[in-house]
């Protein structure tokens, strides 16, 4: 079945990244997967939650929300309570970065991470980890030449992409146009030495292989991996 986009099904969309999208994080990027779009920003705040204060270690956290008009429909924009989708979504993205950070050598203070989708075509919770990790590893480096900090707390890279089976074919990074009718949905968080952080799996028309689920894996790790590298393209000296 050939994909709407003419990509290959272990193929990844199209990826564009534009650093120092605003001037006044320490860290941003535009991250563009196909015709989705975020903006993360990375933000250091000289202070850790209450459970953490005198323990010597930081905190990294993070937060997602959609643009009213990121969709084919507008949206509400969610300004008192975030919905339990955006909710489920900025945890997962703070996990994800968190996994691969020393927090002890990161001091007493957080990061924040702020993720908005500005143009949504599936995948942007996973184009959110990729791109915010980019936008943590900028910060980092900015705590670093200011020496407020003395080691890189960041252990290894870490990226994130989805995976389904899509008319019994199974495909890697889905636009909403095929997510929208897959068999089979999965959202894989990886680092770039394979191993996992975090895996969201759902039969979402019939249950699935432990088989499926290998397969979808390897696709996904294929495609991690060309992420990581543009990652390391761009945080050479990180």
């Given amino acids: 079945m050939a994909r709407v986009d003419?990509?290959?099904?272990?193929?990844?969309?199209?990826?564009?990244?534009?650093?120092?999208?605003?001037?006044?994080?320490?860290?941003?990027?535009?991250i563009e997967a196909g015709d989705t779009k975020v903006v993360c920003t990375a933000t250091v705040d000289e202070k850790v939650p209450p459970f953490l204060r005198g323990k010597g270690q930081g905190w990294i956290t993070a937060e997602y929300s959609m643009l009213p008009r990121a969709t084919e429909v507008r949206n509400i924009r969610e300004t008192l309570r975030p919905s339990g989708r955006t909710m489920e979504i900025q945890r997962l993205i703070g996990r994800a970065l968190r996994s691969v950070v020393d927090l002890s050598a990161l001091g007493e203070r957080t990061i924040w991470l702020d993720c908005d989708v500005i143009q949504a075509d599936g995948g942007t919770r996973t184009a959110s980890i990729t791109g915010a990790f980019i936008a943590l590893g900028d910060a980092i480096r900015n705590l670093k030449d200011n020496k407020e900090i003395e080691t890189n707390p960041i252990k290894?890279?870490?990226?994130a992409i989805s995976a389904g089976i899509v008319d019994g074919e199974k495909m890697l990074d889905l636009r909403f146009e095929e997510d929208s009718r897959a068999q089979v949905d999965m959202n894989l968080v990886m680092t770039d030495e394979g191993q996992i952080v975090e895996i969201q799996g759902t039969g979402e028309a019939f249950p699935f292989t432990r088989q499926d689920m290998n397969d979808l894996i390897d696709l996904a790790f294929k495609g991690i991996s060309e992420l990581v590298c543009i990652q390391k393209k761009l945080l050479l000296d990180l």
Avoid: Q
């Fill in 6 to 30: 003419g990509r290959a099904n272990d193929e990844i969309r199209p990826i564009t990244i534009t650093r120092n999208f605003n001037k006044y994080a320490e860290g941003s990027v535009l």
């Fill in 156 to 159: 290894s890279y870490v990226a």
